[in-house]
C-alpha cells in the first residue's frame, strides 16, 4: 500500500514552480490529486476516418502529415496550416498565432487531431485542433482514441500536462485507495468499488462505467454529509433539555371554539407532530412548510397558545413591518377575550414607547410577543421564551434565527416557510430540523387563472382589474422600483399611481411601499382591509403573508423581473376568497431565463413544482444563499439532481448513526475518519472517543 498523503512534488513532472500552481488549485497531495474530478469530458473514442468526418461536429480523425506552411494575414495575425489525410480524404488543420507550432511537424509523421469540422468552399477544416503525435509509445493513449477528462484548470496550467501526471498518478496509486464504505451498505445499493470509481472517473473506459463512477462518488460524498447530520441531530437529542409544554387544557380548547372554520386534515397532522414535540422536554426544532395560503399562520397560533398556557411567553417574528402589523391584529383580535396579553414590536417605534414595550417583555406582563427582527436586537429580554415561531424564515438568515433562540435557554423553535422543498432535500439543508409539511389548501378556494401580457397590452390588463372592482373586489399592482431614476425605464410605483389615478378617477388608489413611514403604512393597509382602497399600488413590500381575501387581482408589472419565489409568493396574495382570482403578468422578457420563469407560473401553481423549476434555474447556491445553509462544500454531487442518490446515503447514514452512535465499529472506522478531516464539525463530538 501506498501512502497517498505525501505531498504531490513526488510525482514526476511536477517541480516547484508547478507545485506551486497545483496548491493554487487547492492540490497538496497526491490524494488531493485524486480527488480533483474533471469538469467534462470529450468522447475522442471513436476514430473516423475523412470520409466519414461530419462538418459542425466536434471529430477524432487519425491522419498523416502531408504538407504544411505559414502565413501573415495582411494585419500580422499568424497562420499556420497543415494538409493531413488518410485513404478517404484530405483536411485542413489550422492554427492561428501560433508560430512555434511549425516546428513540432514532419511530413510523413502520424497524427491524432481531435476539434469541431467546418467547410471551407471545397475544403474540409479544423480550426486549433487538440492534436497527439503518434509515436508508438504508450503515452498516445491518454490524450485520444478515449473519453477524455477536462480538468477545471487555471490559466497557467495546460491540460495536456495535468492529464499525464493525472494519469500517472491514477495508474501508479489508485490501486492504494482505501475503500470506507462497508461492504453491506455497498452491496444493498449495488455500488462499484471505489478505486475503479477513482480510476473511471479520471479515464472512462465507457459511458456506462462513467455513469456508475459518478454514482459511487455521489454516493460516498452525501453518505458523509447525512453522517455528518445524523451525529448532529443524535446530540441535540441527548444533550439539550428544553421545555415541556401541556397540550391540553382550558385556553387551547377555548382558542379552537373560537376559529370560524375547521382545520383541514394537513394542518391537523401538523398539530399533532408540534405538539408531541412541544410535549416533549427535547426541543422542539421543526420547519413547517406550506404553500402560500395553506393555513400556517393557524397552525402557527395554535402553537404559541399551547405554550402561553403552560405560563411561558411566545414570540411570533416576522419579516416585515406590515406582516407584523397584520399578524399582531388578527391575533390580538382572536385571543384577548381570553385573557391572552399580546404586544407588538417592531422597528420604528418612538425610543420611550419601545422602552416601556420592552420593559413588559421583561417583567413578564405580556404573554405573546409579535414583531419583526426587532425581536432580537439587542436589549430584548424575555422572562420566559418557551417558544419562537419564524415566519417567512426564507426571509432572515442562520444567525438571526439562532439569536431568536439564544434569548432564552432552548425555548421550542417552529421555522415557517411558504418556499417548500421536497422533503429530503429540506432535510439535508436545514440539517438538525425536522420537517412537517401541509399539503392541502383549506376548501373552497376560488380558482386563480394566470395571464400574460406583453408591455404594449398592458391596457388590457387594467381592464380586467377594473371590471374585478367593478363587481366589489380589489386588487393590487406591483412594481420592481419605488421611484424613477435616470438610468433604468422601468415603471415606477409613485409614477404609476398618479397615472392609474388619472386613468381611473372614479377608483379609490392608494400606494404602499417600504420608505413609507409604518404609521403610514399601517393606515394604508387598514383602509385596503376595510375595502376603503379599491387598488393598492405597491413595491413588494406586499410580497409576503398578506391576507386580503377580497382582493382578486393581481398585476405584476415588469413581471420579468422578479423571481420566480417572488412571483409565486406574490400571486399568493390573491384566490384567498370564494371567487375567482387573476394574476396578470406584465413584461417583455429579455433573457431565457426571465421566459422560463413565466412559463413556469403559467404552468403550475403547486408551490413545490415553482421551488423545483427555481431550484434548477438558479442552481442550489443561488437558490439557498451560501450563507443560509450549512452544506460543506460538494465537488461532485448536486443535491437538486441527485436527490434520488441522497436518498439513499441519508437512509444507510441515519441507520449507522443509530447502530453506532460513535462510529467505533471496525467497519466504520475509515468513516469516522473521513468525517472527521472532510468536515472540520468539531461539535460532532467524535473525539469524546480519541
Ligand atoms: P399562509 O400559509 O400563506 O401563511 P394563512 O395562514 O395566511 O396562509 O392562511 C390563509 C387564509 O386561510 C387565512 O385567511 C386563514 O384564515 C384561512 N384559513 C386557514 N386555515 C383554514 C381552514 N382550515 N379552513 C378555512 N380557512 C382557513
Ligand atoms: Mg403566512
Redesign the pocket.
Known amino acids: 500500500m501506498k501512502d497517498l498523503s505525501i505531498s504531490a512534488r513526488y510525482i514526476k513532472g511536477v517541480g516547484p514552480s508547478k507545485l506551486r500552481l497545483l496548491n493554487r488549485l487547492g492540490i497538496e497531495t497526491i490524494e488531493d490529486l485524486l480527488y480533483c474530478f474533471p469538469r467534462r469530458y470529450e468522447d475522442r473514442s471513436k476514430i473516423k476516418k475523412i470520409g466519414e468526418l461530419r462538418c459542425g461536429n466536434l471529430e477524432t480523425m487519425k491522419v498523416k502529415v502531408l504538407t504544411f506552411g505559414e502565413r501573415r494575414t495582411r494585419k500580422g495575425m499568424s497562420i499556420f496550416q497543415l494538409a493531413v489525410g488518410d485513404s478517404t480524404g484530405v483536411i485542413h488543420a489550422t492554427w492561428f498565432n501560433q508560430p512555434y507550432m511549425k516546428d513540432r511537424f514532419k511530413t510523413g509523421q502520424g497524427l491524432i487531431l481531435y476539434g469541431r469540422v467546418e467547410r471551407r468552399r471545397t475544403c474540409l477544416q479544423v480550426n486549433n485542433p487538440e492534436y497527439e503525435i503518434l509515436t508508438g509509445t504508450k503515452e498516445d493513449s491518454v490524450h485520444m482514441g478515449r473519453i477524455v477528462p477536462i480538468y477545471p484548470l487555471t490559466e497557467s496550467l495546460n491540460q495536456r500536462w495535468f492529464r499525464n501526471v493525472m494519469k500517472f498518478v491514477v495508474d501508479n496509486y489508485a490501486g492504494s485507495i482505501v475503500d470506507m464504505l462497508p461492504y453491506g451498505i455497498r452491496v444493498r445499493n449495488d455500488l462499484m468499488l471505489l478505486k475503479g470509481a477513482i480510476r473511471n472517473i479520471h479515464f472512462p473506459v465507457s459511458e456506462i462505467v462513467l455513469k456508475k463512477a459518478r454514482r459511487r462518488l455521489i454516493f460516498d460524498e452525501f453518505l458523509l454529509l447525512q453522517v455528518g447530520i445524523a451525529l448532529k441531530r443524535a446530540r441535540v437529542k441527548i444533550d439539550l433539555n428544553g421545555c415541556s409544554h401541556d397540550t391540553g387544557g382550558s385556553l387551547i380548547e377555548s382558542f379552537k371554539k373560537t376559529l370560524p372554520?375547521?382545520?383541514?386534515n394537513s394542518?391537523l397532522k401538523v398539530i399533532r407532530e408540534i405538539e408531541q414535540d412541544m410535549k416533549s422536554s427535547k426541543p422542539m426544532n421543526r420547519l413547517l412548510q406550506?404553500d402560500?395560503?395553506?393555513?400556517?399562520?393557524?397552525v402557527a397560533l395554535y402553537a404559541l397558545i399551547l405554550a402561553v398556557q403552560g405560563r411561558y411567553q411566545a414570540a411570533l417574528m416576522v419579516p416585515t413591518e406590515i406582516l407584523a402589523e397584520q399578524h399582531y391584529r388578527n391575533i390580538t383580535g382572536l385571543v384577548q377575550d381570553m385573557g391572552v396579553k399580546t404586544v407588538l414590536l417592531s422597528g420604528d417605534l418612538k425610543t420611550e414607547e419601545r422602552a416601556r414595550r420592552m420593559h413588559m417583555i421583561e417583567r413578564g406582563a405580556v404573554d405573546l410577543i409579535i414583531g419583526t427582527h426587532a425581536l432580537i436586537q439587542e436589549g430584548v429580554h424575555f422572562k420566559r421564551l418557551g417558544l419562537a415561531v419564524v415566519d417567512e424564515q426564507h426571509k432572515f438568515g442562520v444567525m438571526q434565527r439562532a439569536s431568536l433562540k439564544s434569548k432564552s435557554t432552548n425555548p421550542d423553535i417552529l421555522l415557517m416557510t411558504?418556499t417548500p422543498i421536497p422533503r429530503t432535500l429540506a432535510l439535508t439543508v436545514y440539517g438538525d430540523l425536522d420537517v412537517s409539511i401541509i399539503d392541502e389548501l383549506?376548501?373552497?378556494r376560488g380558482d386563480i387563472k394566470t395571464l400574460y401580457f406583453e408591455e404594449k397590452n398592458r391596457r388590457k390588463a387594467y381592464l380586467i382589474m377594473a371590471e374585478q372592482v367593478k363587481i366589489g373586489r380589489q386588487a393590487y399592482v406591483v412594481y420592481p422600483i419605488i421611484e424613477d431614476s435616470e438610468r433604468s425605464n422601468l415603471r415606477a410605483a409613485t409614477k404609476m399611481h398618479r397615472e392609474l389615478v388619472n386613468m381611473f378617477p372614479d377608483l379609490r388608489i392608494g400606494l404602499l411601499h417600504g420608505r413609507m413611514k409604518s404609521k403610514e403604512k399601517e393606515r394604508i393597509m387598514r383602509d385596503f382591509k376595510e375595502k376603503n382602497i379599491d387598488i393598492l399600488v405597491s413595491t413588494v413590500v406586499v410580497e409576503v403573508?398578506l391576507?386580503i381575501?377580497n382582493a382578486s387581482t393581481m398585476v405584476i408589472e415588469h413581471a420579468d423581473r422578479f423571481g420566480l419565489s417572488q412571483l409565486h409568493q406574490l400571486r399568493?396574495r390573491v384566490g384567498?376568497g370564494r371567487f375567482t382570482s387573476y394574476c396578470i403578468l406584465v413584461g417583455d422578457p429579455k433573457s431565457d431565463d426571465a421566459r422560463r420563469r413565466l412559463n413556469v407560473m403559467l404552468k403550475t401553481q403547486d408551490g413545490f413544482e415553482i421551488a423545483e423549476e427555481d431550484l434548477e434555474i438558479r442552481g442550489p447556491g443561488e437558490f439557498f444563499g451560501t450563507r443560509q445553509h450549512g452544506l460543506p462544500g460538494l465537488k461532485i454531487g448536486n443535491i437538486v439532481r441527485d436527490r434520488g442518490i441522497m436518498e439513499l446515503a441519508r437512509t444507510e447514514a441515519f441507520e449507522l448513526v443509530k447502530k453506532d452512535r460513535f462510529l467505533c465499529a471496525p467497519e466504520n472506522r475509515f468513516i469516522r475518519g473521513t468525517v472527521k478531516k472532510k468536515f472540520s464539525m468539531k461539535d460532532l463530538e467524535l473525539s469524546a472517543v480519541g
Open positions: 372554520f375547521k382545520f383541514t394542518q406550506g402560500v395560503g395553506s393555513g400556517k399562520t393557524v411558504a383549506p376548501p373552497g403573508g391576507d381575501p399568493g384567498r
